[in-house]
């Protein structure tokens, strides 16, 4: 124990990867602990359902704000630093959700506690500041497939949490986690970039670079709307399971598990295979078991078989898919310019995060308790079909590239 506490100390060498876990897990925890409970906060807090939804879209939507400043500002002023005050504000806009008298206070403080973001977008770029390419992709699919264990139970402790003490636990739950992620990051989160002369001014002088790539844009979008169909899912299996499903806030924090399941599985199969594949090729395998999957969902909801097993079953599809892509589009978009990693990582995130919002918000409008759930399918297959159109410009690109080398 002697031997690992100074190296647990060490300020200066790259974070442990159970941190990055850690905290990339508590950003998930964060968007979705609670939407189990949003029938009962939309009570508490005596207004409609689509208005309580709106702490989804808007969340996310400063989530993606955030995403675009903290990239060039972490990798202007280091990692460990915007880290810690992400961290720190998080724990204080988790208690004053807590303690929120109303239903505007509590909507300011959950936009507020989007700046654990800076973790999604700092727990990658430490990866491409310590290790190349396909490597890269790979070691990102492990700490994915870590922090997906999150979102699989995080809806379950939610609801269980409602059941018991009100939907006020969850956010009990969060202030604690984010208390305990300041002393994590103050113990083990080294300082990975490389400060260069000029600061700040300097990284907003090489962003149009960066937004002038078109490699850069296709594994964006091709992520975007990858994950699109994902946080169509957040946005609309709520009404799904409590209106249309009948079913109570456990059970549907239970079947929120679906797609995390799916998404453990395709990062597990990502960080084995990436590196000896290729991005390239992992990119559009998961674009393909997206769209697959939703496509027979979308059969068999036609059918009249749409039932609560069958729509969540295959909705594991939708995680399968995403493990598999996205830490490959992120190293990706990540490896364009290798000095920018800290301004891609933010900027591809806040897409990311950007077009989810868009449709989490879209979600919430198409379903309706006469609708059924295939507008939020449709809604869901269109996203996924968008991706694959972008997985075919990043062959494009790359194809033309070589060519160019050549």
């Not at 409609?48 to 400043?69: C, D, E, F, G, N």
């Not at 999604?120 to 390419?133: E, N, P």
């Not at 996205?326 to 290798?338: C, D, F, I, W, Y």
Request: glycine share 12%; proline share 5%; net charge positive.
């Amino acid at each position: 124990m002697t031997q690992l506490a100074p190296r647990f100390l060490d300020r200066t060498t790259p974070p442990h990867i159970g941190t990055l876990i850690l905290m990339a897990g508590l950003a998930a925890l964060s968007l979705n602990v609670f939407l189990p409970s949003l029938p009962s906060m939309a009570r508490h807090f005596a207004v409609s359902y689509p208005s309580m939804q709106l702490s989804v879209p808007l969340y996310l939507v400063a989530t993606a704000m955030i995403q675009i400043a903290i990239g060039p500002v972490s990798d202007a002023f280091g990692r460990r630093r915007v880290m810690l005050v992400g961290a720190a504000i998080f724990t204080i806009a988790s208690i004053g959700s807590l303690m929120a008298p109303d239903y505007m206070t509590f909507m300011v403080f959950r936009m507020v506690q989007s700046a654990i973001a800076t973790a999604f977008v700092l727990s990658r770029a430490v990866i491409r500041d310590t290790v190349a390419q396909d490597q890269a992709a790979s070691m990102i699919g492990y700490v994915t497939m870590g922090m997906s264990v999150v979102p699989m139970i995080g809806p379950v402790i939610g609801g269980g949490l409602d059941e018991v003490f009100g939907w006020q636990a969850s956010f009990v739950l969060l202030a604690l986690a984010g208390a305990a992620s300041v002393a994590l990051i103050w113990a083990d989160w080294g300082e990975t970039a490389v400060i260069r002369k000029g600061g700040f001014a300097e990284q907003l002088r090489q962003y149009p670079g960066l937004l002038r790539s078109q490699r850069y844009w296709a594994y964006v979008l091709a992520a975007a709307f990858a994950s699109g169909a994902f946080f169509a899912f957040l946005g609309g299996a709520p009404y799904v399971g409590d209106r249309i499903f009948g079913m109570d806030a456990a059970t549907v924090g239970f079947y929120f598990g679906a797609p995390a399941v799916g998404y453990l599985i395709g990062n597990f199969l990502s960080g084995r295979f990436a590196a000896r594949v290729g991005i390239k090729q992992m990119v559009v395998l998961g674009g393909a078991i997206t769209t697959v999957g939703l496509s027979v969902l979308a059969l068999l909801t036609l059918a009249g078989l749409g039932g609560p097993q069958v729509f969540f079953g295959l909705i594991m599809s939708v995680g399968l898919g995403n493990g598999v892509m996205l830490p490959s589009a992120t190293s990706g978009m990540l490896s364009v310019r290798p000095a920018l990693a800290g301004s891609a990582a933010g900027l591809g995130g806040a897409m990311m995060i950007g077009g989810g919002a868009s449709l989490s918000a879209l979600a919430g409008v198409v379903l309706t308790p006469t609708s059924g759930t295939m507008p939020l399918i449709l809604l869901m297959l269109g996203s996924s079909l968008a991706s694959l159109v972008c997985v075919w410009w990043v062959y494009a690109r790359e194809r033309q590239l070589a060519l160019d080398g050549a």
